[in-house]
């Protein structure tokens, strides 16, 4: 035992003692006179001084524990008020980091670095919804994406009758104008408390309304670079989306497909019929693309007469059909001009990315050689080519 354990005892015991030899005379002397007026006045001092000393001492010990309680009550409140005004600091500086740009990568970051601060060392994901598709936001922990997936989809209600959510993780949609925004899932154990449980919903809610304002900042960028005549995207905004899109396919492993294509002796129909005939097929080309392409896949007028989509999330074989459908669509239906129609062909590149692929301007130029390959073999058809990581 150590000696600090047994040195406070040691000196009470012999400063009772010494208390005892010391007044053992005067105390005797008091006893003999409380016996004296027991005896002359017919009294029970004695027990009743017994009494009031149990009784006061019983009750300072329970007014001791009384104060005891109390103080570790206080020293716990003072805990909790502590934890939740840390709580509360990391929420603003989540809503403050959000507000500080309004575009998609700022929001992505700052939901990376503040989501996984409000609660430490747990399991903690965000997917968000982005053109019917969901993709992951954040994820720290040992949860897989389709996992990830399958969970926000069964908060919002999504994909029919499910058991349960992976990992029984508690989950915090949100829901904006009856369209899924995001959702936040969190490890069910220990369990959360009522205020954790506020400061998550606050969260998940400044954070779908940071994507919503991404969404909509996004939606003005875009529209400032449309191309009036045809109603697609300018080449900035062509090379933009690439690397957007490379680096989406870096994060979730998935290739996709560029093509791109040049309407055949385009200068003849200018020559022929006027640069109003011209700009009469530019136009019906752009209506043919978004008619048959998905309101997914990105549509730039690259130059001239030349486009480039990207198609996300597309295999080659995927992407050679797209090829062919545009192709006939572009062929088969005559342009109305004047009093008559022109007729108009195509020729197509197509290329398949793969995960790995950095450079936007390689893509572009390795989808151009396939399309100036169509080009050489004869117009009005389609030709592909693949990356060297693929390959190799």
Same mark, same amino acid.
């Given at each position: 035992m150590h000696f600090s354990r047994i040195s406070g005892p040691l000196l009470t015991t012999g400063i009772a003692l010494a208390s005892y030899v010391l007044l053992s005379r005067p105390l005797a002397d008091a006893f003999f006179r409380i016996?004296?007026?027991?005896?002359?006045?017919?009294?029970?001092?004695?027990?009743?001084?017994?009494?009031?000393?149990?009784?006061?001492?019983?009750?300072?010990?329970?007014?001791?524990?009384?104060?005891?309680?109390?103080?570790?009550?206080?020293?716990?409140?003072?805990?909790?008020?502590?934890?939740?005004?840390?709580?509360?600091?990391?929420?603003?500086?989540? /809503?403050?980091?959000?507000?500080?740009?309004?575009?998609?990568?700022?929001?992505?970051?700052?939901?990376?670095?503040?989501?996984?601060?409000?609660?430490?060392?747990?399991?903690?994901?965000?997917?968000?919804?982005?053109?019917?598709?969901?993709?992951?936001l954040v994820n720290v922990g040992e949860t897989s994406a389709p996992d990830r997936e399958r969970a926000a989809r069964h908060a919002v209600g999504e994909g029919g009758l499910q058991l349960g959510t992976p990992g029984e993780d508690v989950c915090f949609p949100m829901v904006i104008a009856d369209t899924p925004v995001c959702v936040l899932g969190v490890a069910a154990e220990p369990p959360l408390t009522e205020h954790q449980r506020s400061v998550l919903s606050t969260s998940v809610a400044l954070l779908a309304g940071a994507l919503k304002n991404a969404e909509l900042f996004q939606?003005?960028?875009?529209?400032?670079l449309q191309d009036g005549l045809t109603g697609c995207f300018n080449r900035t905004h062509a090379i933009e989306s690439l690397d957007t899109e490379l680096r989406r396919s870096r994060r979730s492993k998935r290739p996709f497909s560029v093509l791109m294509f040049d309407i055949d002796t385009f200068k003849s129909i200018n020559d022929r019929f006027g640069h109003l005939c011209g700009d009469a097929v530019l136009a019906a080309i752009g209506t043919r693309m978004r008619a048959a392409l998905r309101s997914s896949d990105v549509k730039c007028?690259?130059? /001239?007469?030349?486009?480039?989509?990207?198609?996300?999330e597309t295999p080659i074989t995927g992407a050679r059909q797209v090829c062919e459908t545009l192709r006939r669509a572009i062929e088969k239906e005559p342009i109305p001009w004047s009093d008559g129609t022109v007729t108009a062909t195509a020729s197509f590149g197509?290329?398949?990315?793969?995960? /790995?692929?950095?450079?936007?301007?390689?893509?572009?130029?390795?989808?151009?050689?396939?399309?100036?390959?169509?080009?050489?073999?004869?117009?009005?058809?389609v030709s592909e080519t693949q990356s060297e990581l693929m390959t190799a």
């Open positions: 016996g004296q007026l027991d005896e002359r006045f017919d009294l029970q001092a004695a027990p009743a001084v017994v009494v009031i000393s149990l009784v006061f001492g019983f009750y300072q010990f329970y007014r001791r524990r009384e104060l005891s309680l109390e103080a570790k009550d206080a020293s716990q409140a003072s805990r909790d008020a502590s934890i939740r005004a840390d709580e509360m600091a990391r929420l603003v500086s989540f /809503g403050h980091a959000l507000t500080r740009f309004p575009d998609f990568d700022s929001v992505r970051a700052a939901a990376g670095s503040h989501i996984p601060m409000l609660l430490p060392q747990r399991r903690v994901w965000v997917m968000t919804r982005a053109k019917g598709q969901w993709e992951p939606e003005v960028h875009e529209n400032s007028r690259y130059g /001239g007469d030349e486009f480039l989509v990207i198609l996300p197509v290329t398949e990315i793969s995960p /790995g692929e950095i450079d936007p301007l390689a893509i572009v130029a390795r989808t151009d050689a396939a399309l100036y390959r169509s080009k050489q073999e004869g117009r009005n058809r």
